[in-house]
């Protein structure tokens, strides 16, 4: 189904004003209608549901404060540009009012204002409401625009304390105009159009020569890297992805790969080669996601995995629910049962932490620990865990053991 073009609408009391706004919104690609009145603006806005609103906010009648309100009261999800002659700290107050009532003000310009930095404003506007499409990620991977950032994660050791032993590098595209966009906005699209091996491969690469790094500053941790379905039947992946770990000299158990329950449902015949050879190489396995998806538990003795990560979504449960307490503790049972570490996801506080440490898991992850950062915070993370546990003198060592 073809998209819709984005809608405009601009007010203004000024009709020679409101031709310029609707000579620049067609420019920027809007399909565009003009109010000259409050009353108008809600007409058109309930019979046209515009993407974009530009408003001035000295309007007779009703003032554009009072426009904000009503819009609000319609909830009106469209992105609202504010125009007007009025004094910076006013347009100030008034943006701020619009986002305290829930208003998404992407903008404001002051009257006089220069048409090609109105236009600038809308070409923004249109360009953040159109939909990502798999060319778009496809020239960000050539422009450079993907990052990758890293989840500290920590590991429990006899004593019962918890130190930074590895951390899980996760993919962001930081996008010109949209800002840092999380995976779930464009992964997705990306593995359905032939882009996963290009993802996957920058995640790997990037970590790699970031571990590299961090051994160059005696900071001695774990990499984890998600891995896409469809590199589990790529039988050229386990080669290429030694050769990334030779050309910079990293111990190939610095490294695990993180495969979903749901992805291992995709299996090929070539699953256990692939699978296999990453192991014999050296190359650590986690089932991830596990406890949500629907894949028999025989794949844990099929598959050569070292490791289960058990799924948030039961993990942030055990302090409130008595049945999420009783399936992670019998999940993290069974993964030492069958010879494999426990990793918990989505750790939100001390609480969760303190059950899972009696439930013996092996390594936690979360907000709690961490939320995601750009490499150079890791460091500083891992100081400030070393700091809580009261013993900076042993941990490099202990990360270098227990990673």
Known sequence: MAHRDPVLVALDDEEDIVE??????VRAGFKTHSA???TQLRELVDASNPDVIVLDLQMPGDDGVTVLRHLADMHC????????GMDERTIASAEQYGLRRGLSIFGTLQKPFDPDELLVQLERAHAAIRPLTPADLSNAIDAGELVVHYQPIIRRFADNTWDVTAVEALLRWSHPIRGLLTPDSFVSMGEAHG????MTDFVLQRGI??????????????????????LISDIAFPDRLETMIVEQSIDPDAL?????ETAMLEQTPDAFDILTRLRIKGIGLAIDDFGIGYSSLTQLFRMPFNEMKIDRSLVGRIAESKEASIMVDALIGLAHKL???ACAEGVEDRATLEILGQFGADFAQ???VSPPVPAAEIPRIIARWDDQQHRPGGAAARRQRAR
Not at 20 to 25: D, F, N, S, V, W
Not at 77 to 84: P, Q
Not at 218 to 223: A, K, M, N, T
């Open 20 to 25: 310029t706004l609707r000579a620049i919104g």
């Open 36 to 38: 000259t009145s409050s």
């Open 77 to 84: 999800a469209a992105k609202i540009l504010l125009v007007t």
């Open 195 to 198: 882009l996963s091996r290009a």
């Open 209 to 230: 020569e970031q571990l590299k790094g961090w051994e160059a500053q005696r900071l001695r941790v774990g990499l984890r890297v998600n891995v896409a379905a469809t």
């Open 256 to 260: 695990a790969l993180e495969i979903t």
């Open 339 to 341: 010879n494999l570490t």
């Open 366 to 368: 979360g907000y709690f």
